[in-house]
């Protein structure tokens, strides 16, 4: 069965500092990866999304970025917080053909002080 | 442009009360898909329901169930006999065929409260 990680669970981190993300899926090849960013009562902003290594699409112009190293990783970064960074970021993936559902994972909740 | 609307930001009933929740969407496709999922207190979404566009059959599981109707753009979704566990933000969500990555637009959700 597939399965999909997220850590850290939970992070504060001071303005200006650096962020790293990650997320992987197991038990499924060539997913579709997706980072998600909800604000507190919120709906789900799309942030970035990856049809295969080294491949990411931006959705919304910001500071942070997004890499996949491996089929099965996605990182997402920053390299300087702002306080509007704050909010629970989810990772998910769906099956590369056709359109299928998203499977989630846990989320991050992020801090920034 | 997709867009989904959930005009219901928050609802709160009675446990055994049903509850509609409703979700319109807007595409230009003629195929796309359609979706629920659930994110409890945990903050983990569920997925819950997936529907194309070319199958308009209600759809009953369990105490869920969802009717679309294209006729009004409509995707929603009725929980019968209401339970606390079924506290949690439902978001609905459409995909159109052509958007690449079967990228989902997600609504703002409907939080639902049933109390005991």
């Known amino acids: 069965s597939q399965t999909i990680h997220q850590w850290p669970a939970t992070l504060v981190q001071p303005v200006g500092s650096p962020l790293s993300l990650e997320c992987t899926v197991e038990?499924?090849?060539?997913?579709?990866l997706y980072w998600y960013r909800q604000a507190a009562g919120r709906g789900l902003q799309l942030l970035f999304y990856?049809?295969?290594?080294?491949?990411i699409s931006s959705e919304v112009p910001q500071n942070l970025s997004a890499s996949r190293p491996q089929d099965r990783q996605f990182i997402l970064s920053s390299k300087k917080l702002l306080l509007s960074d704050s909010g629970f970021y989810l990772c998910?993936?769906?099956?590369?053909?056709?359109?299928?559902?998203?499977?989630f994972g846990p989320g991050t909740r992020l801090t920034v002080l | 442009a997709q867009k989904v609307t959930q005009a219901q930001t928050e609802i709160s009933v009675v446990e055994k009360e049903d509850v509609t929740l409703d979700c319109v969407y807007e595409?230009?496709?003629?195929?796309?898909?359609l979706f629920w999922y659930k994110q409890p207190p945990s903050g983990e979404l569920v997925f819950l329901i997936r529907?194309?566009?070319?199958?308009?059959q209600n759809e009953i599981s369990g105490r869920y169930s969802w009717n679309f109707q294209k006729s009004t753009s409509s995707f929603n979704f009725t929980i019968t006999a209401s339970q606390v566990v079924d506290s949690a933000v439902y978001f609905c969500?459409?995909?159109?065929?052509?958007?690449?990555?079967?990228?989902?637009?997600f609504g703002d959700g409907t939080t639902l409260t049933v109390k005991p």
């Open positions: 038990g499924t090849s060539n997913p579709n």
């Open positions: 969500a459409l995909s159109e065929a052509s958007t690449n990555a079967g990228k989902s637009t």
């Open positions: 595409t230009r496709d003629t195929t796309y898909y």
């Open positions: 529907r194309n566009s070319f199958d308009e």
């Open positions: 998910a993936w769906s099956d590369r053909v056709g359109w299928d559902e998203q499977f």
């Open positions: 990856s049809v295969g290594i080294g491949q």
